[in-house]
């Protein structure tokens, strides 16, 4: 499962208390409501969803609002909406025992579907996904859609909605603060320790933390670990990519060669490579002659061949 899959990091934990969604509803809605009790949660019974569970899905008024946390983009949001909400609105048939076959119109909530993001990946602002975009082709007017709305929450990013939703503020800042202890070689606990510590003193979720220490640490440690490991990931993506890049230079070097007629040997000596690497590459090349094809090549040769000199 991807992205910690059944989750309950730290910015769900803060979803989860009314006072802190109100507060961040409050900011994306421009309204001004104070009586949490408005709020409205919506939790599926256990069982109804085992492919998609939402960090926050809950009712002020007329609106039903689905948010979720991401630390990792995912394209799929809209897709992943559209089963939550559809889980939502049957249960709430079902509970009021709406009947879905009467002459009278059933009326829901109108739906607010949010993403705010704090991955490592750079990423704009404001993101608009769509449903439509997961269609395997593309149609102008689609008879149904589904808008997703995601907000970069990263420092330096939406700064006028952060500034009205003390919440999201406060939780960036202690994700900072880990990131940059850990960064610096700290252990990981340590790190999330100092860093809690610190935000307490400064009164940054000071009773969030009192209260759900415990919880904190342990989720900011699989959280810290995950992202770590998306690191490592891209990391790897983009040595692959070199690596990729720089050996597909090679075989377009040797066709040039082969082209201008050398011989493997005149080849080795003017390129200076391996001649069981560069032998290969020729014997596969001159079966694709003339129409040369680098990418083809590279994938016919044996990657043993190609990583005992990249």
Known sequence: MSNREFKSDVFCMLLQEPENALQIYNGLNNSHYTDATLVKSQVLDKGISLSVRNDAAFIVGSDLSLYEHQATYNPNMPLRHLIYFS?????????????LYASKRISIPVPQFVVFYNGIDKRPS???QRLSDNFQKKTEKPNI???????????GY???????CPVIKDYTEFVERVRTLYCGNKELEEAIDSSIDSCMKDGILEDFFRRRRNEVTKETMI???????ERLIRRDEHNDGVYEGRFLHLIELVIRKIQKGKSVSEIVDDLDEDED???RIYEIALRHAPDYDAS???KELPESKATETY
């Open 126 to 128: 404001v993101e608009i």
């Open 87 to 99: 889980h939502i609105i049957d249960n709430m048939i079902r509970k009021e025992d709406m009947d």
């Open 158 to 164: 939406n700064s006028e909605l952060v500034d009205k």
């Open 296 to 298: 083809e090549i590279y």
């Open 145 to 155: 859609e589904l808008v997703c709305t995601v907000y970069n929450i990263n420092p």
């Open 223 to 229: 959280d810290m670990r995950w992202e770590v490991r």
């Open 277 to 279: 690497l560069i032998s």
